[in-house]
């Protein structure tokens, strides 16, 4: 989630070449919302998010940092332990290389960009439709996997000239193996973006295995136009390691329009398990009015075709966001 500086307390320390400094971030959302057309009313919607960031650099030149949302840290995780993540990452980089802990991506999630190319929502219509693939808890996690164990996933990263290399890790039972699913997940992912004929380009390519559960490979490339045009496709495909449980492939597409205050986004996707789909498209678009404040609307179209019956809702949100 992007989030806006609104005010910094900055505590510089210097010796030799070190300094510290302490930022605070956040947003607030208000508005209504329905999240199923089918089961629920129209609803008030109201957010509010802060997130405490910490930087420095060692005198050899180490780079180091922190970061803690309190959002997160409030949804039952508490960041005061050690092996359960609470909305905090942490960070030791160095030239080009990086290490990560906390409430970060996977490898595969890290490298693979996604279809929601421009836009937002207060309720993330765009993103939690049931075709959407963000490999973070949601249906699709059969595809990335984040999220099997506690969400406290370790990743390296190594950027050289336009590549980007990842590698990273987590256990599903704090190291403990479990019966049917395993030990470590284990993430691989390459990137790469750079400039081809105009076109700002990002290709990544994503491998994730978790044991006795499967593992999954996937692709996706995105082109940013001078003209304010996105658009982006995705691949992914889930080897099952289950008895009777078949592979899940997953397709995608994102476009996307900025120009001046207005941005629209468009995506739509589908997995597939022998026959069995779901399904759906999600709208976003906002408008700046300036100073961090936005407006913001969003829509999606759900469906799930299983065992010869399907099934179909629809969501949208409409209202504020306010960023700090």
Same mark, same amino acid.
Do not use: C
């Given at each position: 989630?992007?989030?806006?500086?609104?005010?910094?307390?900055?505590?510089?320390?210097?010796?030799?070449?070190?300094?510290?400094?302490?930022?605070? $971030? =956040?947003?607030?959302?208000?508005? +209504? !919302?329905?999240?199923?057309?089918?089961?629920?009313?129209?609803?008030?919607?109201?957010?509010? /998010?802060?997130?405490?960031?910490?930087?420095?650099?060692?005198?050899?030149?180490?780079?180091?940092?922190? $970061?803690?949302?309190?959002?997160?840290?409030?949804?039952?995780?508490?960041? @005061?332990?050690?092996?359960?993540?609470?909305?905090?990452? +942490?960070?030791? *980089?160095?030239?080009?290389?990086? &290490?990560?802990?906390?409430?970060?991506?996977?490898?595969?999630?890290?490298?693979?960009?996604?279809?929601? &190319?421009?836009?937002?929502?207060?309720?993330?219509?765009?993103? @939690?439709?049931?075709?959407?693939?963000?490999?973070?808890?949601?249906?699709?996690?059969?595809?990335?996997?984040?999220?099997?164990?506690?969400?406290?996933?370790? #990743?390296?990263?190594?950027?050289?000239?336009?590549?980007?290399?990842?590698? *990273?890790?987590?256990? %599903?039972?704090?190291?403990?193996?479990?019966?049917?699913?395993?030990?470590? %997940?284990?993430?691989?992912?390459?990137?790469?973006? =750079?400039?081809? *004929?105009?076109?700002?380009?990002?290709?990544?390519?994503?491998?994730?295995?978790?044991?006795?559960?499967? /593992?999954?490979?996937?692709?996706? %490339?995105?082109?940013?136009?001078?003209?304010?045009?996105?658009? =982006?496709?995705?691949?992914?495909?889930?080897? *099952?390691? +289950?008895?009777?449980?078949?592979?899940?492939?997953?397709?995608?597409?994102?476009?996307?329009?900025?120009?001046?205050? +207005?941005?629209?986004?468009?995506?739509? =996707?589908?997995?597939?398990?022998?026959?069995?789909?779901?399904?759906? !498209?999600?709208?976003?678009?906002? !408008?700046? &009015?300036?100073?961090?404040? @936005?407006?913001?609307?969003?829509?999606? !179209?759900?469906?799930?075709?299983?065992?010869?019956?399907?099934?179909?809702?629809?969501?949208?949100?409409?209202?504020? #966001?306010?960023?700090?």
């Amino acid at each position: 989630m992007k989030k806006i500086l609104f005010a910094t307390t900055a505590l510089v320390a210097t010796a030799g070449v070190a300094s510290a400094e302490i930022a605070l $971030s =956040g947003m607030a959302e208000m508005g +209504i !919302y329905n999240p199923n057309t089918e089961t629920a009313d129209t609803q008030f919607f109201t957010d509010i /998010d802060v997130t405490f960031t910490m930087t420095g650099e060692s005198d050899n030149g180490l780079t180091f940092g922190a $970061s803690i949302d309190i959002d997160e840290a409030g949804n039952g995780q508490p960041f @005061e332990s050690p092996n359960t993540q609470g909305g905090e990452t +942490i960070f030791v *980089s160095y030239g080009g290389a990086t &290490l990560t802990m906390g409430d970060t991506d996977g490898a595969f999630d890290a490298r693979l960009p996604e279809m929601a &190319l421009a836009g937002g929502t207060l309720a993330d219509d765009e993103t @939690e439709h049931l075709g959407f693939n963000d490999g973070d808890g949601d249906y699709g996690d059969a595809d990335g996997f984040d999220g099997f164990g506690d969400g406290q996933i370790a #990743r390296f990263d190594y950027a050289y000239s336009d590549f980007t290399f990842s590698l *990273s890790a987590e256990q %599903v039972a704090d190291g403990a193996d479990v019966a049917g699913l395993g030990e470590t %997940v284990w993430g691989l992912g390459v990137s790469w973006s =750079g400039q081809v *004929s105009m076109v700002d380009l990002t290709v990544g390519l994503g491998y994730q295995t978790l044991e006795d559960y499967g /593992d999954t490979t996937g692709v996706a %490339v995105t082109g940013a136009f001078a003209n304010g045009f996105s658009a =982006g496709v995705t691949y992914s495909v889930w080897n *099952s390691d +289950i008895s009777g449980v078949d592979d899940l492939d997953h397709v995608g597409v994102g476009f996307g329009y900025e120009m001046n205050a +207005i941005a629209v986004g468009l995506n739509w =996707g589908q997995f597939d398990q022998d026959g069995d789909t779901w399904s759906g !498209y999600g709208l976003a678009g906002t !408008y700046d &009015l300036g100073g961090g404040l @936005e407006a913001r609307m969003g829509y999606s !179209y759900n469906e799930a075709d299983v065992a010869g019956s399907s099934a179909d809702y629809d969501t949208w949100s409409l209202g504020l #966001r306010m960023n700090f």
